[in-house]
């Protein structure tokens, strides 16, 4: 008896998935709750567990493919039984990727007789286009919604398809002599979503950044003097994001616009700081949320960081460990940026862009002394943050890093 291995539900506004990795291959032995390959959504990877202890004994949805929640990947064979059937299973699953290119011409022949998946119905209205303008990728030539997204992304319009129902070629090396040392590679679903939700960002909002410079040095005194008994107690280290992360919730009650967010035509203020620290992984950035900061010890902080953080980079970060962000911090220090522009987190309305700190001469009291000194870049919506409110919102920032008892006192 077989056991269907199926796409679990992957959370709330995600219809589909790109299947990234198999970790098995066809006759391999598996067990129960052992991680059988990859998912790629439009917001975080899922690993998928073997429902049960077996033979795999096909894989129905190769690497690349789009698949919908509760479609079938594959089937698990029970026990030894399953290896006769392997070879077979084995040889049936090669086979589309031993000659992708001559299934692919059958697909673009004609029209499938499937309707277009769902999500793909609604961008091909959104785009004024019809099934038939589109090649489908899926079973039986079904049109998925990546198919709609790389045709529009190919200028492809309903005039155009009419006019030229073949598509578009990719476009070639610049030169031949090149060619060979080209590597094409198509753009995880992550990387894909990135790149649309910033270009809105960019296109929606009326995006402004307001700089300052922060003396650290009474921040880095403060963590030189008790981060041994800090993470003696705490069990976590005292990094700076504890501070700033605190310092950027005082700043929110002051100014509230800035945790605010337009919805057509009415502005909605978040009364919580629900505060999303961007992290770096190999497979593109992420955002994942601190929530409530604003009720949180410094500790506290640091430790929620630290376990979003593990997450991150193991890419077993969950639905809710990524939405209801109200306020986004991005350090690009850490990389040794000394000076950027971040880019705003949509819908959000504000993100604090930290950056590297270097020592620099600065007058105090009419002296020239060498300070460490940070960069600060506020970036906000400007359609609904007054300049004057941007800039006394980085000033408050400034004044509680500068003045970090101010942090412990709640002032």
Known sequence: ?????RVPTLGESVSEATVGTWFKKVGDTVKADEPLCELETDKVTIEVPAPASGVLSEITAAAGETVEPGGLLGQIAEGASA????????????????????????????????PPAPAAAKLLAENNLSAGDVDGSGKRGQVLKG???????????????????????????????????????????????????????????????????????????????????FEKKHGVKLGFMGFFTKAVTHALKEIPAVNAEIDGTDIVYKNYCHIGVAVGTDKGLVVPVVRDADQMSIAEIEKDIGRLGKLARDGALSMADMQGGTFTISNGGVYGSLMSSPILNAPQSGILGMHKIQDRPVVVGGQIVIRPMMYLALSYDHRMVDGKEAVTFLVRVKESLEDPERLVLDL
């Open 147 to 229: 198919d709609v997204i790389a045709a529009v992304a190919k200028g492809i319009t309903a005039a155009s398809a009419a006019a030229e129902p073949v598509k578009a070629a990719a476009r070639p090396a610049s030169s031949q002599a090149d060619a060979p040392r080209e590597e094409r590679v198509k753009m995880t679903r992550l990387r894909q979503t990135i790149a649309k939700r910033l270009k809105d960002a960019q296109n929606t909002a009326a995006m402004l950044t307001t700089y300052n410079e922060v003396d650290m040095s009474a921040v880095m005194d403060l963590r030189a003097r008790y981060k041994d008994l």
């Open 83 to 114: 290896g006769a059937a392997a070879p077979a299973a084995a040889a049936k699953a090669e086979k589309p990727a031993a000659a992708p290119a001559a299934e692919a011409k059958p697909a673009a022949a004609g029209p499938s007789s499937m």
């Open 1 to 5: 008896m077989a056991t269907e291995i």
